[in-house]
Every structure is written in C-alpha cells, then in structure tokens.
C-alpha cells in the first residue's frame, strides 16, 4: 500500500499532464499529444525546485506504463487483415526499414552519436515514430534523455513530411489513394502524421477516406516490424552483456528479454482469433487501442519530466542530421520501388 501512495503522486501528475497532451493533440494532430506531453513535462521541470516527492510515480511512468502502452498497441492488430491487403507494400516496407537502419548505422559511426540514440532514431524513422521508439528504448536500456531526443527528431520530419508530402505527390504526379496511400504509409513515421498527411490528400481530390484507410492499413504492416527488430537488439544487448561479464555473475535474462513484446503478440493475436474466428466486432477493441495511445502520451509526459531541456537544444544537432538523412532515404527509396512495381507511374 505505501509502495502505491508512494507512486501516486507523479502517475497523477503525468496523468494530468497528458489529459492536457491529449486535449492538444486533437486540436493540432499534426503535431500530437505526445509532442505536447513532453515539451510540457519539460517546461514543468523547470520550474519545479523539489520533485522529490514525484519521482517514484514520474519514474513507473516513463518505465512500466510506456510497456503497457506498447501491450495494448498489439490489441489494433488483426493480422489476418494486414497479411491480405498489406502484401502489396511488404517490399517497400522492408526496403525502407532496411534502408534507414543501415543509415543510422552508418551514420553513428561517421559521426560518432551516441549507439542508443542512433538506434531509437533509426528505428523510429523506419518502423513507426513514437511506438517503435517507446517498444526499443527499455529493450536497449536507454535513458529519458535519449528518448525524448529521438522522439523531438522523429516530429521534426513527421511535421515536415504532413505539410510537404501531398503537395510533394501532386508535383510527381500521383493519382487516386492506391499510390499516394503507399507512399504515405511507408514515408511517414508516426500514426497522427500519417492520418494527417493521407487525410490531406483526400480532402484535396474529394476521395473521401480512401487514401487514409491504405496509408494506415499500410502503417499497421509496419508496425509489426517492431516484433522481429526488438527481438534481434535484445538478443544482441544478452551477447553483449555475456562477453562483459567477465566475473560469471549470474545474468537476470528477465531484466534484458524483452518480455512485454511477447504479450504485445499475443495481444495482436487474439484481436486477429477473436474478429476473424468468433466474429467479435473490432470495435470491442478500439478502448485498449485508445488507452494505448493515452499511455504513451503519459510515459512521454514522464520522459518529459526527467530531461534537460538545454542539455537536449545544445546535443541535438547530429541526431537531427541523422533523422534528415534516414527520413530522405526513407522517402527516396518508397518513390522509387513504387515506380519499379508499377504502383505509381
């Protein structure tokens, strides 16, 4: 009981804080409720001279609920619907995952940022913004710092990618939502400025929401490469842990495996048995899908609470340099495997 009056007091202030996020979120989705959650949790840490007192609740925050975030994020997946109309983008989706990992891996060597750092942006330009970076950063070990740096270069590029891609698929001369909803699914990182961005483009040609519904559905596919990238930086981080454990203490596996990735599959899988097999409505799941979202506007209230707002201004010019560089090859490479399939023209 104490252990929870303990953590109540910084849960209730992230709470808060992300009420606000969201509220904002919905009024500029373009930027979104996590941006907002922890540009304010930023602010508020500066003007608070004793946090003592929040620091439990504000770290169970930024480290538990952002894996119950990630859990209930499996619940908006029904595989069956994106192995038949996501086949179509698969090998764009794995070209531009591909590309940009290998970009911030280069990248991290050239200009000698930070591994955690280049990983988080690597894997949130390539997989899925916000959520890819909220399932890898407790796999890798990385601090709120590293998370709230990566996540400020990953809405840099999905701002920029909502207001230029659809004036960007006029001048190359795209046509109808097939195109134009690939393009979008796979250029753009997180899920608000991929609604934004497809969202546009529908409001543009009078398409009603046909752009949206491939951009997200493409989107989805995406977001299932968290699975196997989590996997594999996990079982890497053990490897790396067994050669630096050179004195033969014992490994705590829990404390590496990433085992909230497991039950985010098993979430997806019985959101994919219970719609297709006993015909329950998706809809029963749209609360957990919502709550998902609300979660990582919290834990990134959190993150928010524990950064440096000037420490992050004053390193943040090679990550973003980074993000540029994935986010250009990203686009790059989607344009130009649309065309060699014969998607767009």
């Not at 591994?115 to 913004?129: E, M, N, P, Q, Y």
């Not at 809405?155 to 891609?165: E, G, P, T």
């Not at 989805?220 to 981080?237: D, E, G, K, S, V």
């Amino acid at each position: 009981m104490d252990k929870i009056r303990e953590k109540s007091f910084g849960v209730l202030l992230c709470f808060a804080v992300a009420l606000i996020g969201h509220y904002l979120g919905q009024w500029f989705p373009i930027i979104g409720g996590p941006v907002f959650a922890i540009v304010i949790g930023m602010i508020l840490t500066l003007m608070m001279k004793d946090q003592t007192k929040f620091r439990s609740g504000i770290t169970f925050t930024s480290k538990k609920v952002l894996q119950y975030a990630v859990i209930l994020l499996g619940f908006g997946l029904n595989l069956s619907v994106i192995a038949s109309t996501g086949q179509q983008s698969l090998p764009i989706i794995v070209a531009t995952i591909a590309v940009s990992l290998f970009l911030a891996f280069v990248l991290c060597k050239l200009l000698k940022i930070p591994k955690r750092i280049a990983t988080l942006v690597g894997v949130g330009s390539s997989i899925c913004g916000g959520s890819a970076i909220a399932a890898t950063a407790p796999v890798i070990d990385a601090n709120d710092e590293e998370v709230a740096q990566a996540i400020s270069v990953i809405f840099l590029f999905n701002v920029l990618a909502a207001i230029i891609f659809p004036h960007l698929g006029v001048l190359l001369g795209f046509q109808g939502s097939e195109g134009f909803g690939i393009f979008a699914g796979t250029a753009v990182n997180d899920t608000s400025s991929v609604t934004a961005t497809a969202s546009t483009w529908d409001s543009m040609f009078q398409l009603g929401n046909a752009t949206l519904d491939k951009a997200v559905t493409v989107k989805l596919t995406r977001t299932l490469a968290i699975i196997p990238i989590t996997l594999c930086l996990a079982f890497y981080r053990m490897k790396q842990e067994k050669k630096e454990n050179k004195e033969g203490k014992k490994m705590e596996w829990k404390k590496i495996f990433p085992m909230f990735i497991l039950y985010f599959i098993l979430a997806s899988i019985i959101t994919t048995v219970a719609t297709n097999t006993f015909h329950v409505s998706a809809d029963v799941f749209l609360p957990m899908k919502e709550l998902s979202k609300f979660f990582i506007i919290m834990a990134m209230a959190a993150i928010g609470f524990n950064t440096d707002i000037v420490k992050l201004i004053k390193s943040g010019g090679k990550p973003i340099f980074m993000g540029f560089v994935c986010w250009m090859g990203i686009t790059v490479t989607s344009l130009v495997l649309q065309h060699l399939l014969g998607i767009w023209q």
